[in-house]
């Protein structure tokens, strides 16, 4: 009997087919109780009760679930084989180097409407693959060296990452400052969206909170006491909208008055404005931030007030691509029946994700892939389609594709090298600031 590489891939695609239920199961627990960015602690519940009762066959490991993993409703959950030399046609220590494979679970919503980035499919396909990765070694164990083909199996660890606040709090940047990406070679995760892509560009973005500080006054009786916080806020903003002519096509600013006053009645003495500002590429940001906080200054040198600026997340990156990733992927989910898109998708508008900040510590791959639905992302018809028995077929295909491609990594000769060269290329081209 001889085991071939396609043959494990179709063991990795039979192994998540046997748990489609638990995972069907799994997303809905996470769509139907929606939890904000780091207050996910029902998801964290059920993703790592999912890891810590995986049923495995006798004699296998059962994944090391870590709760609360450097933040509270992070988690990880490992699980590792020493692989085999079949020269040696026994098992022996782990042959070097050790093959360390990340899958990235999201699990937040959007305030008032849930689950309108699908990341409960996230979460999903996340650990759908990394059970199918898991079912095809233990499947090559059990046969053993002298299966055929597959005569050296490195030794693999695979990692799967619960990674809270996608949605605004940058909770992956948090992460990798606490070195949880430090020990992993290559990471996996997909995106629900309306089309199967194995790249599309995400921006890096900066979050800042302006507050202008002024002085209340009647605003009738003693008009001239007061110094106008709210004055100063609507200046920044007709600021900012004219700065929005003088910029790259491809940059984006966008914000809002959260706060702009108590009553009519009392000069405003505090406000506060919310913006983003994005550019396709990091080392572009500085740039747009430098404009963008000299039109907040004008604003409140012309009206006497003071300004602060407040950060209260790190930036997200922009996203670094990894094509021998993207074309392993495209290949593997073909062959499952999904439809990548051909139209330039490098033109195309998007937003930003704090993949974007894992993408600059290690190579990985962040698809978007189809859910059976036309509707767009952050809407409530999104909302409804990431909840849908339609959307399960997809995102099983895509964890299976996952899957397949870490399966790839593992196996061609001169993929892993491959893989790392992109990325070493990709940094290159976009240093950090
Ligand atoms: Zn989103
Ligand atoms: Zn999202």
Not at 217 to 240: F, I, Q, T
Request: aromatic letters at 10%; hydrophobic letters at 40%.
């Amino acid at each position: 009997m001889t085991t071939s590489l396609e043959e494990l891939k179709r063991r990795a695609a039979e192994c998540i087919e046997a748990s489609s239920e638990r995972l069907g199961e799994l997303s809905r627990e996470i769509w139907s109780r929606p939890e904000l960015a780091y207050e996910e602690r029902q998801a964290h519940g059920a993703m790592t009760r999912f890891f810590t009762s995986c049923p495995s066959p006798p004699e296998e490991e059962v994944w090391l679930v870590q709760r609360s993993y450097k933040l509270e409703t992070a988690f990880r959950a490992d699980w590792q084989w020493d692989g085999y030399a079949a020269e040696a046609g026994q098992r022996k220590k782990p042959p070097p180097p050790l093959l360390r494979l990340g899958f990235l679970c999201e699990y937040d919503a959007l305030p008032g409407i849930g689950h309108a980035c699908g990341h409960n499919l996230i979460a999903e396909v996340g650990a759908a693959a990394a059970l199918g990765l898991k079912g095809a070694l233990e499947s090559l164990r059990r046969s053993g060296p002298a299966a055929g083909l597959l005569r050296q199996v490195p030794a693999v660890k695979i990692s799967v990452l619960g990674t809270p606040a996608e949605e605004g709090g940058a909770g992956k940047a948090v992460l990798i400052k606490s070195d949880a990406f430090n020990n992993l070679d290559v990471v996996f995760m997909a995106h629900p969206f309306q089309e199967d892509l194995s790249y599309m560009p995400a921006m890096a973005n900066n979050h800042l909170t302006v507050q202008y500080y002024g002085k209340a006054s009647h605003a009738a009786a003693y008009l001239w006491e007061g110094v106008n916080a709210l004055d100063a806020a609507v200046l920044a903003y007709n600021n900012l909208s004219v700065l929005r002519q003088q910029i790259k096509p491809t940059w984006r600013l966008h914000g809002i008055i959260k706060r702009g006053g108590e009553k009519p009645n009392v000069i405003p003495s505090c406000t506060e404005l919310e913006f983003y500002l994005r550019t396709p590429l990091l080392k572009e940001l500085p740039i747009l931030k430098e404009k963008a906080e000299s039109c907040f200054r004008a604003a409140a040198l012309a009206t006497g007030c003071k300004v602060e600026f407040k950060r209260k997340y790190s930036d997200y990156y922009n996203v670094l691509r990894n094509e021998c990733l993207e074309q392993t992927f495209t290949e593997n989910g073909k062959k499952l029946g999904m439809h990548f898109s051909d139209k330039d998708i490098l033109s195309g508008s998007s937003g930003s994700t704090d993949f974007g900040n894992v993408s600059y510590v290690v190579p990985g791959i962040h698809p978007y892939f189809y859910i059976g639905s036309e509707a767009l992302n952050h809407t409530e018809e999104f909302t409804r389609a990431a909840g849908s028995d339609a959307a399960q077929k997809y995102a099983l295909h895509t964890a299976k594709a996952l899957a397949m491609t870490a399966l790839d990594v593992i196996f061609r000769p001169g993929l892993l090298e491959q893989v790392q060269e992109d990325f070493r290329r990709a940094k290159s081209m976009s240093p950090e600031v």
